[in-house]
């Protein structure tokens, strides 16, 4: 029901692992939805066990479950767009892949999670032809980093040129669009490149020199199903998620004894000084 004189924001569902931490997975998310006015939902396929210094364990719950939790707010609320980041494993893979064509849940962004920032595994080694073959062909855009590309393409990307051609691999694969995050490549810029099987866009920032940055790829994808979820078109997005990650990352603050998070909280207005 909506009250008078209230409007109802977007809405836009997470389907990702729990971070303990606090910096990445479905909290980095349901933040970064907050801080783009967008009403955040949750569909949790994991719980890590995780702080600045790495993950340490994770417990998959059910794929059944996963499968309730999208169809309960499906089918209720309505899913304005969503992204799925950790899934863990092939059965859970089907699962949300089962779930997502059923309800017709659109635009989809996947974030194809499969370690931690520190190298820490959150994807089952047996699970990444799932990803490839069931995941992928469903996503409106794909947001791989330099990792991700070479478990999905065996593409090595070594400097800029080389992004163009892991797109294109990519792009066989099944999605609509690719970004391919160049965060891990040398250079002033943070440049990422994004494809849609005919031309290619690339979206640049001024790299800052921290290693705090945990979060900055679930943060970049949330973002950007944020822009879906306002009905943006998929480059005008891309451009919305890539100007908010560039904040939350010269937003980052130290955390912890390890890796601290981007700061998800840039555009809030500043807590008020205690009179
Ligand atoms: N030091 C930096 N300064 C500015 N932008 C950055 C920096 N590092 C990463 N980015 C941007 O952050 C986004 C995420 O890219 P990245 O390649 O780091 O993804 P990721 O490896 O999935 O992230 P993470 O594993 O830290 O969650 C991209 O838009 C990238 O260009
Ligand atoms: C639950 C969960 N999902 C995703 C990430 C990836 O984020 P990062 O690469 O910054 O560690 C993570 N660490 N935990």
């Known amino acids: 029901m909506t009250l008078p004189g209230t409007v109802q924001p977007p ?27 967008v009403h955040g939902m949750s569909a949790i396929t994991a719980v890590t066990v995780q702080n600045s210094l790495g993950v340490t364990g994770f417990y998959e719950l059910p794929p059944q479950a996963v499968a309730e939790q999208i169809e309960s707010v499906a089918t209720d609320i309505g899913v ?3 992204k799925t980041g950790m899934l863990a494993s092939a ?4 699962a949300v ?10 635009p989809l962004v996947v974030d194809p999670v499969a ?21 992928l062909p469903l996503a409106t855009l794909v947001t791989p980093n330099l990792g991700e590309v070479r478990l999905l393409t065996g593409l090595e990307v070594r400097e800029r040129a080389d992004m163009d051609e892991a797109a294109k691999a990519l792009h066989a694969l099944g999605p609509q669009w690719v970004l391919v995050k160049g965060g891990h490549l040398p250079g002033g810029d943070a440049v990422d490149v994004l494809y849609d099987g005919s031309t290619f866009a690339e979206f640049a920032a001024p790299r800052r020199t921290t290693e705090h940055t945990h979060g ?15 009905g943006l078109d998929v480059p005008a997005a891309v451009e919305l998620g890539k100007a908010f990650i560039t904040g939350a990352v010269a937003g980052s603050f ?11 909280f840039w555009r809030v207005k500043p807590w008020p000084a205690q009179a």
């Open 11 to 37: 809405t836009a569902l997470t389907i990702a692992g729990s971070d303990s931490g606090g910096g990445a997975g479905a909290q980095a998310d349901l933040k970064t939805f907050l801080s783009c006015h």
């Open 80 to 82: 304005g767009a969503a």
């Open 91 to 94: 059965a859970i893979m089907d």
């Open 97 to 106: 892949a089962e779930a997502v064509r059923r309800l017709k849940v659109t």
């Open 115 to 135: 370690a931690s920032q520190h190298g820490d595994p959150l994807l089952r080694p047996d699970a990444l032809s799932a990803l490839r073959k069931v995941i």
């Open 216 to 230: 900055s790829g679930d943060t970049l994808a949330a973002a950007i199903t944020a822009g879906l979820a306002r």
């Open 254 to 264: 130290p955390l912890g004894a390890g890796l601290g998070p981007v700061g998800h």
